[in-house]
């Protein structure tokens, strides 16, 4: 397959369950290499998406290919090439962590067990308890390493996080890094957490009721906002103040801060210094532009 | 070449990359014609994706501050000078723009700030200490 193409491809979308509407008209497009965020408030159809993807629900209308091939339609083969982490970690609670792990291993010719050592090691991963004793983190370190252990092409993350402490989070955010290092990887994951996707993601697609309401690069959404504070150097502000597209201001004593979307850097500083301000700028966090943006 | 960093920062990753590459060969800590770590290396190294590497990069090389020698690398370019003493006066430009505006806004005339100017200069660099010795 060219290498060029989205690994995965979303035309039109709809699924509906009983009087919810989950996804109403998606288009998506996920190219190669990346790693893509998800963000959305609970119901606003992100785990529907995800599994959409694998064919573990099936469109009412539109369509879903994933390397290629109908979602719906999807053989071993390819889903031999796709890690799957869900909310729920459906495990088989009467194993052994240990025993789970080879059991899950046979099925894929691409284990890596150096991989996996490294992993029970880093994140303390007892293999001699049972899977059905484990609490909510150790659990959802194990659905990880199951889905990470085969070095798939596409990992799919559905909030996979939530459980762990910040140290396991942060060692897990390093371990997405790593595993994005082979080109041919992708990465796609939802989380509530959005300070934690912040550091790995370099795309976000952001959901609201059923439907996708941005879908950009990270560092183009990262320029598209600023925070600016702006004094006047003599007197007052102006009352009109120099900024179009101002998302949010706050102003006092001949200070003002200032949200503006879509105006690059230095026409902002250009257009405070032609107005005698003083500008300090300061970027958003993911989370401030997420609520900017589902507002 | 040493490079950090910063997540919290809201900063776009290629550009922390970019601005820092950029004064590490103002200061000429990266030398003319030396060779840059590979896309690869400093990926990993940073634990970034090799994308934002790329992209930084690209845009260094399209500045002409880094020239690509086909089937070797990336290379700091040979440049003219008056392109150095543009990329200069606007580091320059920057960091004073924030010092004027302040001494501006608290009060501070331009007789006193070019004093502090004078002896900060005295604090830290060492060839003007030097000469103010002799």
Redesign the interface.
């Known amino acids: 397959m060219n290498k060029m193409n989205p690994i995965v491809q979303m035309s039109g979308l709809y699924k509906r369950f009983g009087k919810i509407q989950a996804l109403a008209g998606v288009d998506l497009s996920i190219k190669r290499?990346?790693?893509i965020g998800l963000a959305g408030a609970n119901g606003a159809g992100k785990s529907t998406l995800l599994r959409h993807i694998i064919g573990l629900y099936l469109p009412d209308r539109g369509k879903c290919t994933t390397f290629g091939c109908e979602a719906g339609k999807l053989g071993p083969e390819e889903l031999a090439r796709i890690g799957y982490v869900h909310q729920e970690g459906d495990l088989l609670d009467w194993m052994k962590a240990g025993q789970l792990i080879r059991y899950v291993s046979a099925y894929y010719p691409t284990w890596n067990r150096e991989l996996e050592e490294k992993y029970i090691a880093d994140y303390e991963i007892s293999t001699d308890a049972r899977v059905g004793s484990l609490s909510p983190g150790q659990r959802q370190k194990l659905a990880i390493l199951l889905a990470i252990g085969f070095e798939p092409e596409l990992l799919i993350l559905d909030e996979p996080a939530a459980a762990l402490d910040p140290v396991m989070r942060a060692r897990f955010l390093?371990m997405l890094?790593?595993f994005?290092?082979d080109?041919n990887r992708t990465i796609i994951i939802s989380s509530h957490i959005l300070s934690d996707i912040?550091?790995v993601v370099?795309h976000v697609v952001i959901m609201k009721a059923g439907l996708i309401l941005l879908d950009l690069g990270?560092?183009e959404l990262?320029?598209r906002y600023y925070r600016v504070r702006l004094?006047a150097?003599?007197g007052d502000l102006p009352r009109e103040l120099p900024f179009a597209n101002i998302v949010d201001c706050k102003r006092s004593n001949g200070e003002a801060i200032v949200t503006v979307a879509d105006c690059p850097a230095e026409e902002l500083q250009r257009q405070a210094e032609s107005a005698d301000c003083?500008i300090e700028m300061?970027?958003?966090?993911l989370e401030d532009i997420y609520r900017i943006i589902v507002r | 070449m040493l490079l950090e960093i910063n997540h919290r920062s809201g900063q776009p990753i290629y550009r922390q990359v970019v601005e820092q590459i950029r004064r590490q060969i103002m200061a000429g800590r990266l030398r003319e014609d030396e060779q840059l770590v590979s896309v690869r290396e400093l990926a990993a190294e940073l634990n970034v994706n090799p994308m934002t590497i790329s992209k930084a990069y690209s845009l260094l090389e399209h500045e002409g501050l880094l020239e690509r020698r086909r089937g070797v690398g990336l290379f700091v370019a040979r440049l003219r000078r008056e392109q150095t003493n543009r990329e200069k006066a606007k580091l320059l430009e920057e960091a004073m723009t924030k010092a004027v505006t302040a001494a501006i806004q608290v009060g501070i005339p331009r007789k006193e700030a070019g004093e502090m100017l004078d002896k900060l200069y005295r604090k830290y660099d060492s060839k003007s200490r030097s000469d103010s010795n002799e």
């Open positions: 290499s990346s790693i390093d890094l790593q994005i290092q080109e912040e550091k370099d990270f560092d990262r320029e004094s150097l003599g003083r300061q970027a958003l966090s």
